[in-house]
């Protein structure tokens, strides 16, 4: 069978495999069709749309395509709703899709146009279709987990980032620890369902094989909080207490292994930093010792609103963000090689949640002039609207005092910010610009 895996990106609340980021979704697909016998190939949506392949002479066509947050880009743009309908419109083989959500909040054309949307790992129902001729909805097991990865890996090298800008994004687990409260109400992650970690010689051994594949850039993403991996407390707290040991030993690990060019991380629980302050010290020393500066850990505080975070159980109050800033400003606001401070955080804002009144932009206007007010640095400031992909929200219902709210973090948050981050007479050093 010759299969073809198109990946249409992924933008999620804890994945990102939008150019030039590559997921590992792309990857698992390829290594499960790879592990089951299929002739396997690979190609991005890009590619498609600048007429480079027809994707003819197929047998099989694999589509993900993942965005479950809004997000701005400026080179690689997820595949549309129209442009999937297009791509499998001419396609004449089998045609099976992940697609990131329930089945039933998508349009009708999109539903009908392919013959399977998965429910669950589209990797694990690839392999049973290539193997056993039947496709499975199903979770893929641990060990099939890391060998598709360690098999996908090779994708890397054909990218159309390769030997250039390309980012693997490397996963330390599934699932958010705090899904024993549901989570925040908005978000995918806490489906998943009981956390699942791999162990760390198994993400080691993924990234010595993105390593043979070229790759020199890399970031442990796609969890929701990497200070709390492996951690004994997982399952029986919604702030569970750093396994420092365990993060020390990755974090050297990785970098011994690849020596990257690139080693950051992304998403941390502000609630876990405040609420175990000593233990995310060390953690912190840890990653100013082994990634590279211009590291951003993002803060997903939602909103300042305490009113809105009880609402829609959001993980961290704005106290303890702000204790979680000062807490990696002490340590990781030191200019590094780059020419950028070791770490730092960045504060991510969802507009639009349930329980938002006008006085909900006040408040997070507030929380960020009091961050600037006491002189502490932020990396960026996301502010996007959610996305109904888990449950419905009533959307930005206050539209002035939203759109007041972007420009103010603009015009007097983001630009002063950048004054104390990048004063002048700063050098960034291996810079790449994007234009689009």
Known sequence: MRALVLDGYTDEPACLGVPPYIS??????????????????????????????????????????????????????????????????????????????????????????????????LDAALFELVSNGALEDRRRGQEEWNSWLEA???????????????????????????????????????????????????????????????????????????????????GKSETPRPNVAAIESLLNGVKETMRPRVFHLDNANPAVIASHPKESRKVLKAIVENCTSGNVLAFGLESADPKVAKANNLNASADQTIEAVRIVNELGRVVGPSGLPHVLPGINFVCGLEGESKQTYALNFQFLQKVVDEGLLLRRINIRQVVPYRTDSPGVRHRKEFEKFKRDVREQIDQPMLERLLPSGSILRNVRTELR
């Not at 993105?210 to 991996?229: H, K």
């Open 152 to 234: 996908g890996a090779v994708i890397s090298s054909i990218h159309p980032d390769a030997g250039g800008p390309l980012i693997a994004e490397v996963q330390m687990y599934r699932g958010c620890v705090r899904y024993i409260s549901g989570g925040c109400k908005f978000c995918v992650e806490p489906l998943s369902g009981e956390v699942v970690f791999r162990e760390p010689k198994d993400i080691l051994r993924e990234v010595a094989a993105l390593s043979d594949a070229g790759v020199r850039n890399i970031r442990l993403g796609a969890q929701s909080c990497v200070f709390c991996y492996k951690s004994e407390d997982v």
């Open 24 to 121: 590992p979704y792309a990857r698992l697909a390829f290594g499960a069709l790879a592990k089951a016998g299929a002739e396997g190939h690979y190609r991005t949506v890009d590619q498609w749309r600048n007429g480079e392949d027809d994707f003819s002479g197929f047998d099989l066509l694999a589509v993900i395509r993942r965005v479950a947050v809004p997000g701005k880009y400026l080179r690689g743009m997820p595949a549309s709703d129209k442009e999937l309908v297009k791509i499998c419109g001419s396609f004449k083989g089998l045609k099976v899709a992940s697609l990131g959500v329930d089945e039933r909040r998508l349009p009708d054309a999109l539903k009908e146009c392919f013959d399977h949307i998965a429910s669950e790992d």
